[in-house]
Structures are given as C-alpha cells and as structure tokens.
Nanobody
Framework: QVQLVESGGGLVQAGGSLRLSCAAS????????MGWYRQAPGRQREYIAT???????NYASSVKGRTTISRDNAKNMLYLQMNSLKLEDTAVYYC???????????WGQGTQVIVSS
C-alpha cells in the first residue's frame, strides 16, 4: 500500500499563487507516475497534471502555462505550483499515484483550495 498526504491548500486571492505538496509513504517502489486531480463543488473530478518517474509532465489545458508539477523522488514528494489563480480553481485537490497514468491505484484525502475575489 501507498499512503498519500496532501498539504498546502488554503484561502488565496485571485491572481495569487499556491504550492501544494504531497508526501508519499509505504510501498513507494510500486509508483512510477504521479499526478493531481481536483473536484469543485457540484462538478466531476478533473484531471490537472501528471509527471512520470523520469520527469515527463503533462497538463490539462485549463491550467497549462500557470501551473507546474514537480517531484522529488529522493524525498518521496510531489508538488503543484499554481500561479495566477482564478475563482474557478477553487476545488479540493487530490494527489494520485500509480504504476502508470492509466491506473491510479492510490489517492490522497485531498486538500481544499479556495480562491477569493
């Protein structure tokens, strides 16, 4: 099993920045890819970004250009730097991990991000 614990969420003004972190523990050797999803109230869960064990990244069009995903394999950490935040970025953000991007075996409990005007 792998445990994922997100942190760094909170209240931020529109146009501001926030950095989310995700600490992974347990059977880390089973993880190759990691990523972030989010879910806003009343909406379906939405893909944000992924990063492979080799550092190859991919982003959703809704956040591309203002969001950076990164990982520190030595520390078993995943990060999401979000800039130029918009009201519509308000959501619970989830860290995910798995053997590959097509199979997210592990999900964190989520961290709330609220963007205010």
């Amino acid at each position: 099993q792998v445990q994922l614990v997100e942190s760094g969420g909170g209240l931020v003004q529109a146009g501001g920045s926030l950095r989310l972190s995700c600490a992974a523990s347990g059977m880390i050797f089973s993880i190759n890819d990691m990523g972030w999803y989010r879910q806003a109230p009343g909406r379906q869960r939405e893909y944000i970004a992924t990063i492979t064990q080799w550092g190859i990244t991919n982003y959703a069009s809704s956040v591309k250009g203002r969001t950076t995903i990164s990982r520190d394999n030595a520390k078993n950490m995943l990060y999401l730097q979000m800039n130029s935040l918009k009201l519509e970025d308000t959501a619970v953000y989830y860290c995910v991990a798995g053997a590959n991007s097509g199979s997210w075996n592990y999900w964190g409990q989520g961290t709330q991000v609220i963007v205010s005007s």
